[in-house]
């Protein structure tokens, strides 16, 4: 297996600021960052997209999975 350790690197940093960010706008009471409306709206569709598409992708595994009954 051919690991990328700079984008792993990367992914944690920014997952550890993102975090970093929610605990001071959680505990320690810092300005919380708005989003735009539009944006929030994307956000929800991007999910409910997301959820679609991996409902999908279940279903067409199970359909494509061969019958073990007709491979004898």
Excluded: V, W
Excluded at 29 to 54: G, I, S, V
Aim: glycine share 2%.
């Amino acid at each position: 297996m051919d690991f990328n350790f700079k984008k792993l690197a990367n992914d944690a940093s920014g997952f550890f600021s993102r975090a970093k960010q929610l605990t001071e706008e959680t505990f320690l009471k810092a300005e919380k960052t708005e989003l735009d409306a539009h944006f929030e709206n994307l956000l929800q569709r991007a999910d409910k997209t997301e959820e679609h598409t991996k409902k999908l992708l279940a279903c067409l595994e199970s359909y494509l999975q061969p019958n073990p009954i007709f491979l004898k």
